[in-house]
């Protein structure tokens, strides 16, 4: 107990000499104040609390909670999350390439990368890992998981497996690998004349990946391109400014940053030759599209370049950079906001101002600021991009929900594969009726019950009616709307039959072209690309919406 209370003194101490000869500005004497509360109160605390507290667990929940009153990006690092964090800013782990997680405490591999040593060792999606290099995994987390299957490449990992269909587990013994995450995973023809490439990060180098990928389409014969950057979270900045310079001419502005440190005010321009500044180019967004997306995103439509089709992004125009700490650990700090072309800033949440009670606000359409992009098109700022086309995501019918929070969907796609050798190209399989009649038989004596939002507002009415002394009355009419409902609720996999057979072509074609076939699967049915291609197709209709002023 003595070394303890001995520590939290020398901390205390460090903290006054840190700030006591400073210029005496009442700031850093408020700093030195308040730190040396801070280290004499954690001292009392571990001397007198009458159980023992771990020190490390304590001073971390204080410094998440003093960092979560800033803003969501601003987190702590400790030298043991380095990796993992080294790793969202690369790209790069050492590995077996696969994604894995948990379904139903199962832990289940998901998706095994093309060309990764889970693939070529013979691992496939629906696998079920048992144990990995002995370790039984039946009570492990996924962050337990996944730091056992990572190690350095050119180690072995053994694997015990649980295949659906085959009678006893089988050990797979794996070969880890330096495993680099591809920014664009998919890039491909969609009609003869429009190429389409998904971008799903900005690590390093995914201008140069983006570079290719385009190349590589007009090779093929693309003379127009679908730019997906829906549900990208965002990555580097400068991989940001890469991206756009691609598309518009050198010495253009991307994007500025504006912080509180006058040195790290920076304008980042457009400083190599272009690739293509003519080729027509439909860029989709969601409102998952984030920081370096929404740059992306922002400055096409700010020359005018790109028309954007979807949703509203997410409103995220913060910037954050990485400070070292003691021990090896690390701080992501936000540091500056970021400006696209037209001046216009697209944070959505003014982290600084919040209510008495800590809540925060998204800033109302009524007090978006109108700019202006090159053509002269009024576009906003205060809560992200909005898209020149909008398609709204259509929302997902309860029993979709219910097929794929139990896994059905997943798990008949495994059946099918181990019955099935083969299949038709992604792009042209179809469920047939018969299959799909095979589904609804699979699901019998399975738990597909749930509530619709009818149901519940029933029961809300019905306890407000007791409340009130009604329900006597009102009876038999709630009643018969509920009997009217549990009818429709039976019917419910034959009238959404089309969604629910979209979702099982799609996880069955991942299991026979993976990635490449699960993206080639939506292009008849996804709604997004449908109406990128509709507008490319229309000369017309793509220069109206690039003269066009964006909606609130």
Same mark, same amino acid.
């Given at each position: 107990?003595?070394?303890?209370?001995?520590?939290?003194?020398?901390?205390?101490?460090?903290?006054?000499?840190?700030?006591?000869?400073?210029?005496?500005?009442?700031?850093?004497?408020?700093?030195?104040?308040?730190?040396?509360?801070?280290?004499?109160?954690?001292?009392?605390?571990?001397?007198?609390?009458?159980?023992?507290?771990?020190?490390?667990?304590?001073?971390?929940?204080?410094?998440?909670?003093?960092?979560?009153?800033?803003?969501?990006?601003?987190?702590?690092?400790?030298?043991?999350?380095?990796?993992?964090?080294?790793?969202?800013?690369?790209? =790069?782990?050492? %590995?077996?390439?696969?994604?894995? @997680?948990?379904?139903?405490? +199962?832990?289940?591999? !998901? #998706?095994?990368?093309? /060309?990764?040593?889970?693939?070529?060792?013979?691992?496939?999606?629906?696998?079920?890992?048992?144990?990995?290099?002995?370790?039984?995994?039946?009570?492990?987390?996924?962050?337990?998981?996944?730091?056992?299957?990572?190690?350095?490449?050119?180690?072995?990992?053994?694997?015990?497996?649980?295949?659906?269909?085959?009678?006893?587990?089988?050990?797979?013994?794996?070969?880890?690998?330096?495993?680099?995450?591809?920014?664009?995973?998919?890039?491909?023809?969609?009609?003869?004349?429009?190429?389409?490439? =998904?971008?799903? %990060?900005?690590?390093?180098?995914? @201008?140069?990946?983006?570079? +290719?990928?385009?190349? !590589? #389409?007009?090779?093929? /014969?693309?003379?127009?391109?679908?730019?997906?950057?829906?549900?990208?979270?965002?990555?580097?900045?400068?991989?940001?400014?890469?991206?756009?310079?691609?598309?518009?001419?050198?010495?253009?502005?991307?994007?500025?940053?504006?912080?509180?440190?006058?040195?790290?005010?920076?304008?980042?321009?457009?400083?190599?030759?272009?690739?293509?500044?003519?080729?027509?180019?439909?860029?989709?967004?969601?409102?998952?599209?984030?920081?370096?997306?929404?740059?992306?995103?922002?400055?096409?439509?700010?020359?005018?370049?790109?028309?954007?089709?979807?949703?509203?992004?997410?409103?995220?125009?913060?910037?954050?950079?990485?400070?070292?700490?003691?021990?090896?650990?690390?701080?992501?700090?936000?540091?500056?906001?970021?400006?696209?072309?037209?001046?216009?800033?697209?944070?959505?949440?003014?982290?600084?101002?919040?209510?008495?009670?800590?809540?925060?606000?998204?800033?109302?359409?009524?007090?978006?600021?109108?700019?202006?992009?090159?053509?002269?098109?009024?576009?906003?700022?205060?809560?992200?991009?909005?898209?020149?086309?909008?398609?709204?995501?259509?929302?997902?019918?309860?029993?979709?929900?219910?097929?794929?929070?139990?896994?059905?969907?997943?798990?008949?796609?495994?059946?099918?594969?181990?019955?099935?050798?083969?299949?038709?190209?992604?792009?042209?399989?179809?469920?047939?009726?018969?299959?799909?009649?095979?589904?609804?038989?699979?699901?019998?004596?399975?738990?597909?019950?749930?509530?619709?939002?009818?149901?519940?507002?029933?029961?809300?009415?019905?306890?407000?009616?007791?409340?009130?002394?009604?329900?006597?009355?009102?009876?038999?009419?709630?009643?018969?709307?509920?009997?009217?409902?549990?009818?429709?609720?039976?019917?419910?996999?034959?009238?959404?039959?089309?969604?629910?057979?979209?979702?099982?072509?799609?996880?069955?074609?991942?299991?026979?072209?993976?990635?490449?076939?699960?993206?080639?699967?939506?292009?008849?049915?996804?709604?997004?690309?449908?109406?990128?291609?509709?507008?490319?197709?229309?000369?017309?209709?793509?220069?109206?919406?690039?003269?066009?002023?964006?909606?609130?």
């Amino acid at each position: 107990m003595l070394k303890k209370t001995f520590a939290g003194l020398l901390v205390a101490g460090t903290a006054w000499g840190l700030f006591s000869f400073t210029d005496g500005s009442e700031r850093y004497f408020d700093i030195a104040k308040n730190l040396d509360i801070f280290a004499t109160l954690f001292k009392e605390v571990n001397t007198y609390y009458v159980d023992d507290v771990a020190p490390s667990k304590l001073v971390r929940t204080g410094i998440d909670a003093m960092l979560k009153s800033l803003d969501p990006y601003t987190n702590y690092i400790p030298e043991d999350d380095i990796e993992d964090f080294r790793t969202m800013t690369t790209g =790069q782990y050492g %590995g077996i390439g696969a994604l894995v @997680g948990k379904r139903d405490g +199962r832990t289940i591999i !998901s #998706l095994p990368h093309e /060309g990764s040593p889970a693939q070529k060792a013979g691992l496939i999606i629906g696998d079920e890992i048992l144990k990995i290099d002995g370790v039984d995994l039946s009570a492990k987390a996924d962050g337990d998981v996944s730091r056992l299957l990572k190690g350095q490449a050119g180690t072995v990992v053994k694997l015990e497996i649980k295949r659906f269909g085959v009678d006893k587990p089988m050990v797979v013994d794996v070969v880890r690998a330096n495993i680099q995450i591809n920014n664009v995973p998919y890039y491909g023809m969609v009609t003869p004349e429009i190429g389409y490439l =998904q971008l799903s %990060g900005f690590t390093v180098d995914a @201008g140069q990946e983006v570079r +290719r990928a385009v190349a !590589s #389409l007009k090779e093929q /014969g693309a003379k127009k391109v679908i730019l997906d950057l829906r549900d990208n979270p965002g990555g580097l900045l400068n991989e940001a400014v890469n991206i756009s310079n691609l598309f518009l001419p050198r010495g253009k502005d991307i994007v500025s940053t504006k912080s509180k440190v006058a040195d790290w005010n920076k304008m980042y321009k457009a400083l190599d030759e272009p690739l293509d500044v003519q080729m027509p180019l439909v860029v989709l967004t969601s409102t998952n599209s984030a920081s370096a997306a929404e740059i992306v995103s922002g400055a096409l439509q700010d020359y005018d370049r790109a028309v954007l089709v979807g949703e509203r992004t997410f409103g995220k125009g913060l910037v954050q950079m990485t400070r070292p700490l003691s021990y090896n650990s690390q701080l992501k700090v936000t540091t500056a906001k970021y400006y696209i072309p037209s001046g216009r800033c697209i944070q959505a949440i003014d982290y600084a101002h919040r209510d008495a009670d800590g809540s925060l606000h998204k800033t109302p359409d009524s007090l978006r600021v109108a700019f202006k992009t090159a053509n002269g098109r009024v576009v906003y700022d205060g809560g992200g991009i909005s898209p020149d086309l909008e398609v709204k995501e259509q929302p997902v019918p309860d029993i979709i929900r219910k097929l794929l929070s139990k896994n059905y969907i997943f798990d008949y796609a495994t059946r099918f594969r181990a019955a099935n050798a083969s299949i038709p190209p992604a792009k042209e399989f179809r469920l047939s009726d018969a299959e799909y009649q095979k589904f609804v038989s699979y699901l019998n004596g399975k738990d597909i019950s749930y509530s619709t939002d009818v149901e519940k507002a029933l029961d809300n009415m019905i306890a407000k009616a007791k409340e009130d002394k009604h329900y006597e009355e009102v009876k038999t009419d709630i009643e018969q709307i509920r009997k009217k409902v549990a009818t429709n609720k039976s019917n419910d996999l034959i009238r959404f039959k089309a969604e629910i057979s979209e979702l099982l072509e799609q996880e069955i074609v991942s299991r026979y072209y993976l990635q490449k076939g699960l993206v080639e699967a939506t292009f008849n049915d996804d709604k997004n690309i449908m109406a990128a291609v509709e507008v490319l197709n229309n000369p017309t209709r793509y220069k109206t919406l690039l003269t066009t002023s964006v909606k609130r």
